[in-house]
C-alpha cells in the first residue's frame, strides 16, 4: 500500500476528474481550483469518469510523486460533487478502504480508539 508519509493529510476531488492531467493539470486544480496548499503534506486524490482509474499527488521536498492505480474489475466507491463541496477530507484508513473498493463510511470497522494513561 502507498506510504509516502505517515500523517499525511488526504483529499478527494469529489466527482470526476479528467485524468488525461499529469502533475502540473493536476497541481493547477489543487491550488487554484481547491485552493488548497499544495506544498504541505498531503495526498490529493481524483478519480475518473468511469471510477476504475485514479491518481494521488504528492509533494515529497524536493518534487512530485504521482501515483496512478487502474482497477482491472470493479469501481472505486467515490463521493459525487455535490454543490460547492468540490473536496472532501478524509482520513488515512478510508483512504485504505476506497482502495479496497470499499465505502468510505464503514459501519463494520471498528471505531478508533486513543490510549489513556493512568497514574
Known amino acids: 500500500m ?39 503534506n498531503s495526498l490529493f486524490v481524483f478519480c475518473n469518469a468511469g471510477r476504475d482509474k485514479l491518481k494521488i499527488l504528492y509533494w515529497d521536498h524536493n518534487g512530485f510523486w504521482l501515483f496512478y492505480r ?9 463521493p459525487k460533487h455535490s454543490g460547492d463541496q468540490a473536496t472532501q477530507s478524509i482520513t488515512r484508513r478510508q483512504l485504505q478502504w476506497l482502495l479496497d ?19
Open 2 to 40: 502507498l506510504n509516502p508519509t505517515d500523517g499525511a493529510s488526504v483529499y478527494l476531488a469529489c466527482g470526476s476528474t479528467d485524468l488525461r492531467k499529469s502533475i502540473d493539470g493536476l497541481a493547477a486544480l489543487v491550488q487554484y481550483s481547491f485552493e488548497l496548499d499544495l506544498f504541505s
Open 70 to 78: 487502474r482497477l482491472e474489475r470493479g469501481r472505486f466507491k467515490w
Open 101 to 119: 473498493g470499499l465505502k468510505l463510511e464503514q459501519r463494520q470497522a471498528h471505531t478508533a480508539v486513543t490510549a489513556r494513561i493512568i497514574v
